[in-house]
């Protein structure tokens, strides 16, 4: 792996050395644009320029604790990003700042609302609803119900803030692993506007524009739209059209409302929407991943041998059948990163998504006491359909209406805080409270296709004899099914329950566009918190900072179903006395669990079940910083960070299929505990005019840590944590009911403890450049375990003791080099803009199969121009991924494809370029 990664590092040095040695950053930083935040302070600060930023235009100054600070004061690890960088940079949506943010990644899988924002290696993983965010986000001080919800446009931006590091003092629940602010640009009382107009490849148009008016000295307005229209990435060769385009907009309106120096009112008002085809897949080959090849015994848990097949040839026995049902051999055969699909017939990727809120943030200072209040109300709504198995062949699917894996978010939120000093200053110190009210609805349509009962019978006839499938027979048997009928001198193949064997392939067989008619689940989260945040001025330059939150919320879950799978029932009938016999139970479960997948089975039809769970946390800080000297700080930090508990809103989790029975139902089956993290720091900031530089170390233990895994037929929910006790394999194997724990010595599961440098140069106020590392050591544990009651561990999770996380690479190094020289006397100045990002290797699959590696990988970015005088118009070339780098963000088990188990990838973007023309008076 580290030879890999070295020999991309030197490529990427070249690269970097072609655009005049862009420096490796943490962070984008104008001269004089960067803010800071830290997890002490108040998440929804005000970040505050100097008061004469020509006379010094490199003093950043914070008010991250809820006081005006200079970067150096603020003893914690942050990453900031100013408008001017991302407009360099070409930030949309928050999964641009991975080329800025070293220890940030964001990707998307199945659908864009289920994108997960990972920190230090921490986030949440998979596409249930019912998780909520590890990475918080906040836009305008309002929280946003889940990091997915931020995958929109994002408008005219004044700064994002990058929290690292459990946020439990004042960003509060779900955000165990960090969080990420991001600030709209507010109204001003200037008469001003703008406009910009984007053409680039894929037949990419982006337009915005935007008016701001004030109305005396009192009250401001501003009003923001941006309109973005591109061609997909994937070609679909089978229904003639393209997925993973574009098609959004965003509408947004604010007023400003100053009646006195001392009260400050802002009321901002968006709308947004998306109407897109998303999100496609390929099949993952062995010309990518060296590892996606056939493994001994077709078992995908045990390493493949060097040279040995393809998963996608025809080796693998479920291949042959595959392309006898009519998969597009192409599909298996072109490269991972060949973008033309082979989806079945007459299936849609199309979806809509739907975003709109209001919220009001009142600053009154009463001289000794400060009072903030931000409320908000939101409501976010998304539904997307998909050929859900990504073959040719019909096995899954979900049908792009209200229905297509939809989920409705109605959210208010209301936060109180006050601040003030004591003991002549002695004592800075914050109160407030929180309270969010949250109703979930999510609705699914999850059916198997029209193909599926014949594919899952060529599954079954495999196990029993591959000899006997014949794709070409509606139950792939055939008059094949005579060779079990008449065996044994015509006792049959399995005896006296040979009848009972041929009767559910029968029913099998009939499994045809059947499951779900319309499964709701409707979620009510009541959240309330208090919170308390000080800053003991022990002496001039040693201080100690204490906070404390408490947390209490309860979920209420409603949920009723709707399936027409009457053939589960029928094979359960049948097959269900067969489980208590030896030598039949494997034939009977597979049957029974192809027939009934996912528990989608007609038993659940008009069935209603109920639960509630309550929670209550203490999470808080403490930090003790020391500054020498006003360049230099020195820290040590303590914090407890929580993320919420609830329910996995997805009906296979009630029981296992083969033994499920509908009059026994437990709704707690669906239940998963909160997750807690204790997290220590230590770091320096150096900060002067030119140069600045911060370093911080730390170390995070996750108790609880939650994981949502797709198994290639049903997701998991399942906490992880640790055994004190050596299990002596039993966490590796095959088994469900070995390796427990006693509850007394349960240990944390997960430990990310690593190294983050930031460095910042601007030597004169044309040119900045940034230097940054993370190196991020984020592990399970050995000797994995379940829940804190010491459960076994999950055995599709056997790979997971003492390896990486998926998506948890251990070094990334971000560059960015910004140049904006003046053109002699003319008033025109130039713009050369690059960053870069580079990524050590890493598993993106969650369960970590062998095949799902991605290689250590550049990117880099640019943009060069002119720009006018006064910066009144400017014209702009810029490129992303400049060099069109292949990878992937996530690989998943391929639904219903073994054995031996394929897998898919959901890929990154390939290289888009353009030009862009700026105007604004």
Not at 84 to 113: H, M, Y
Not at 239 to 262: I, M, S, Y
Not at 275 to 300: H, Y
Not at 525 to 545: C, G
Request: negative net charge; proline residues 5%.
């Amino acid at each position: 792996m580290k030879s890999v990664l070295h020999n991309t590092i030197a490529r990427g040095a070249l690269a970097c050395a072609l655009v005049c040695t862009p420096s490796l950053a943490a962070a984008q930083q104008a001269p004089v644009g960067q803010d800071s935040l830290a997890e002490g302070g108040d998440v929804n600060g005000e970040a505050q320029e100097p008061a004469s930023p020509e006379d010094d235009p490199y003093t950043i100054i914070v008010t991250a604790q809820g006081r005006q600070q200079s970067l150096a004061d603020v003893p914690i690890a942050v990453s900031a990003v100013s408008g001017e960088a991302l407009q360099q940079s070409g930030t949309n949506d928050i999964r641009d700042l991975n080329q800025v943010v070293p220890s940030l990644l964001v990707s998307s899988t199945g659908n864009e609302a289920n994108g997960s924002a990972r920190i230090r290696g921490i986030g949440t993983v998979g596409d249930n609803p019912g998780l909520e965010s590890s990475v918080a986000v906040f836009v305008d001080g309002v929280y946003r119900s889940r990091s997915g919800n931020a995958l929109s446009e994002l408008g005219p931006i004044d700064r994002v803030e990058i929290l690292r590091g459990p946020q439990g003092t004042l960003g509060g629940r779900n955000s165990s692993a960090g969080l990420i602010n991001i600030y709209t640009a507010p109204p001003e009382f200037d008469f001003s506007g703008y406009g910009a107009f984007t053409y680039g490849n894929y037949d990419a148009i982006r337009v915005e524009g935007g008016v701001n008016v004030p109305f005396g000295d009192t009250v401001a307005a501003r009003v923001d739209g941006v309109y973005f229209q591109r061609d997909g990435f994937y070609n679909d060769l089978v229904n003639g059209t393209d997925v993973n385009n574009r098609d959004r907009f965003l509408v947004r309106a604010q007023a400003l409302f100053e009646p006195t120096p001392d009260i400050s009112f802002r009321l901002v008002g968006d709308y947004s929407k998306k109407e897109e085809a998303c999100c496609a897949a390929t099949f993952v080959q062995a010309d990518f991943a060296p590892l996606s090849r056939v493994s001994p015994g077709l078992d995908s848990f045990r390493r493949p041998l060097p040279g040995s097949p393809s998963l996608t040839s025809n080796a693998n026995p479920i291949i042959p059948i595959l392309r006898a049902l009519g998969q597009n051999p192409d599909g298996l055969t072109q490269s991972t990163f060949d973008r033309d699909i082979y989806p079945t017939a007459g299936r849609s990727y199309e979806g809509e998504t739907e975003d709109y809120g209001i919220s009001g943030e009142l600053n009154w200072d009463f001289g000794n006491v400060t009072l903030t209040s931000i409320t908000g109300y939101r409501e976010y709504g998304n539904f997307q359909g998909s050929d859900t198995d990504y073959t040719t062949v019909d096995l899954l699917y979900r049908a792009p209406n209200e229905f297509g894996l939809a989920r409705y978010f109605e959210t208010f939120t209301q936060e109180i805080r006050f601040n003030g000093t004591l003991f002549n200053d002695r004592l800075d110190w914050l109160v407030g409270g929180y309270y969010a009210n949250e109703d979930l609805r999510v609705q699914d349509n999850l059916r198997f296709g029209t193909q599926y009962g014949t594919f899952a019978n060529c599954r079954i006839a495999l196990a029993i004899n591959p000899a006997l499938a014949n794709p070409a027979a509606s139950d792939c048997f055939g008059a094949n099914i005579n060779a079990l009928r008449f065996a044994n001198g015509g006792a049959g193949a399995f005896g006296p329950a040979t009848p009972l064997i041929i009767g559910a392939i029968g029913n099998l067989a009939q499994v045809r566009d059947r499951g779900s008619t319309g499964d709701v689940y409707n979620q009510q989260s009541e959240n309330f918190a208090l919170f308390t945040h000080n800053i003991v001025h022990l002496t001039d330059q040693l201080d100690l900072t204490l906070g404390l939150r408490y947390t209490t919320e309860t979920k209420d879950l409603d949920a009723t179903f709707g399936n027409d799978n009457v053939f589960c029932p029928r094979n359960r009938a049948l097959l269900s006395p067969l489980l208590g016999n030896a030598a039949l139970a494997g034939l009977a479960g597979g049957l029974l669990a192809l027939s009934c997948q996912g528990n989608s089975t007609s038993e659940l039809d008009g069935v209603s079940l109920s639960d509630t769970r309550d929670e209550d946390e203490f999470t808080g800080t403490a930090v003790l910083s020391y500054q020498p000297n006003p360049d230099l700080l020195f820290y040590a930090s303590y914090s407890r960070g929580y993320k919420a508990g609830g329910f996995n809103l997805d009906r296979s989790a009630l029981a296992n299929p083969v033994l499920f029975n509908v009059n026994a139902l437990n709704p707690a089956a669906l239940q998963f505990e909160e997750e807690t993290v204790d997290a220590f720091e230590i770091g320096a900031k150096y900060s002067t005019r030119p140069f600045s530089v911060s370093v911080a170390a730390f170390r995070q233990e996750f108790e609880n840590f939650q994981l949502n895994t797709f198994n290639g037929s049903v997701f998991l929910v399942q906490n992880i944590n640790s055994c004190g006790t050596d299990l002596n394999g039993a966490d590796r194997d095959a088994s469900a009911t070995t390796g427990s724990c006693s509850p007394d010595d349960v240990r944390p599961g997960v430990i990310a403890q690593g190294i983050e440098l930031e460095t910042t140069i601007s030597p004169i106020r044309d040119i900045v450049a940034t230097v940054g590392l993370t190196y991020a050591d984020t592990k399970y544990e050995d000797n994995l375990i379940g829940n804190d009651s010491g459960a076994p561990l999950d055995p599709a999770l056997r790979l997971l003791p003492g390896d990486n996380l998926s998506n948890a690479p251990e070094l990334t190094y971000t560059a960015s080099f910004s140049w904006t020289p003046p053109l002699g006397n003319s008033g025109l100045s130039g713009l050369f803009f690059v960053n870069t990002r580079v990524t050590d290797s890493y598993n993106t699959g969650s369960d970590l199969l062998y095949g799902k590696e991605q290689d250590a990988y550049i990117l880099v970015n640019g943009r060069v121009g002119l720009v006018g005088p006064d910066d009144a118009w400017s014209i702009e070339a810029w490129a992303a991924n400049l060099f069109d780098v292949d990878y992937t963000q996530v690989a998943f088990n391929t639904p219903f494809v073994a054995p031996q188990q394929t897998f898919s990838t959901f890929l990154a973007e390939p290289r888009t370029y353009g030009l862009t023309v700026r105007g604004r008076f």
